[in-house]
């Protein structure tokens, strides 16, 4: 009962004083008490901004960076995405080009069959073989070039059905170092000399000097 009757007490004191400063500002001229009314206005608006506005303002600007940062890194993602796509693709051709580049070149056992195949070409052009002899082979980086020394005696037509015979083998014969000579002692006859060279793939076990170290 003595704590409510205090409550009512401090009650009253506040009514009491509300009342004369009410009172107090009734009795002001009316231009007075529109810029009390203005002020207490901006005091709540101000009190509004600085304590509730701002900080949800700047929590938003925040979330709308980091949602730029974040969208940002998605593009960079799916760029990367769409190009490893494309070199997933430029890859598969290439390994494709690869294989079937390889199976053009001849391995070891296929080496006797291939030079019988380019001596079978030139006998059924018609010419005549002076010297067929198989040259010591070239080591490249990742192949060898397979040389072979030919000479031959034949009409121009002969020559040329030759090399139309080689260029439809399964395997990559390439003819070069062409020397042309008139034959003296038939008319019509022309002797060539040439390299016909092929290629063999070397696979990295199969590297002569890697072959060496091991040995």
Not at 79 to 105: D, G, I, N, P, S
Not at 132 to 144: C, H, L, M
């Amino acid at each position: 009962m003595a704590e409510e009757k205090k409550t009512d007490k401090s009650d009253n004191k506040i009514k009491q004083k509300l009342a004369v400063l009410f009172e107090r500002v009734g009795k002001l001229s009316r231009r007075n008490r529109l810029f009390i009314c203005l002020g207490t206005l901006l005091l709540i608006g101000g009190g509004y901004y600085y304590f509730i506005f701002m900080p949800k303002y700047t929590q938003l600007q925040q979330a709308i960076q980091t949602l730029e940062t974040q969208s940002n890194k998605l593009n960079i993602v799916k760029r990367q995405a769409r190009e490893l796509k494309k070199w997933e693709t430029k890859m598969a051709q290439v390994e494709e080009a690869f294989y079937t580049a390889t199976r053009a070149l001849p391995d070891k056992k296929e080496l006797p069959s291939l030079l019988d195949a380019v001596s079978k070409a030139g006998s059924n052009a018609g010419l005549n073989f002076l010297l067929f002899q198989p040259d010591p082979e070239i080591n490249r980086e990742f192949y060898k070039e397979i040389p072979l020394s030919m000479k031959v005696e034949g009409t121009y037509h002969q020559i040329a059905d030759f090399f139309f015979q080689v260029s439809r083998l399964n395997r990559i014969v390439n003819i070069r170092n062409i020397s042309l000579r008139r034959n003296k002692s038939a008319s019509g006859m022309i002797d060539m000399s040439c390299n016909a060279v092929t290629y063999m793939f070397v696979e990295a076990d199969q590297d002569p000097k890697q072959n060496k170290k091991k040995g």
